[in-house]
């Protein structure tokens, strides 16, 4: 969800009535109050000119082109649109802003799928299997051959690699 916004959610979704998507914005990130304070966190860092860290350790820094009165306290519950309102940020800044929320999870995403590409590659070489070949991966995605006859097969490795995979069929994801 990142930084979504309740008019976002609509535009995605068609049909979808305002205060439903606000409705589901604020269940959404008061489901996970862990994830919203870490990325209030990476916001007020990004306020006060520091590095950010992922989960993982990559590093990266922002930097804003205006100089904000941003105070954490009072700021850190509002979304990245209600923080551009109440600073004035121009859009300019705003993209540097979006950046830092897709930095933080894209960079742990990458990272998952990376130690995920990994150890699947570990157990094809393992068991000497040779209708699965992975060859690279982008963003959250790994890559690869397999013979069609042998799908099955994969999902049934990939959940055995990767427990989170039994999740798959619940993201609409089946093989």
Not at 35 to 59: D, H, M, P, Q, W
Not at 103 to 127: C, G, P, W
Request: hydrophobic fraction near 40%; glycine fraction near 4%.
């Amino acid at each position: 969800m990142y930084d979504a916004t309740p008019y976002g959610v609509c535009q995605r979704n068609e049909g979808l009535p305002m205060d439903v998507a606000e409705a589901f914005m604020k269940q959404f990130w008061d489901s996970i109050p862990e994830i919203a304070a870490y990325n209030a966190e990476a916001r007020r860092k990004c306020f006060e000119g520091e590095v950010l860290e992922s989960t993982s350790g990559r590093r990266c820094f922002f930097q804003f082109k205006g100089n904000y009165a941003y105070d954490h306290d009072k700021m850190k519950h509002l979304s990245l649109m209600d923080l551009q309102r109440k600073l004035g940020m121009p859009e300019e800044d705003a993209h540097i802003a979006r950046k830092l929320a897709n930095f933080l999870t894209q960079s742990t995403a990458k990272d998952i799928t990376d130690v995920t590409a990994i150890e699947m590659v570990k157990y094809v070489k393992a068991n000497k299997i040779r209708w699965v070949q992975f060859n690279n991966t982008v963003h959250d995605s790994i890559w690869g051959y397999v013979m069609e006859e042998y799908l099955e097969l994969l999902f049934w490795m990939v959940q055995k690699i990767a427990p989170c995979a039994e999740l798959l069929p619940v993201w609409g994801i089946h093989f």
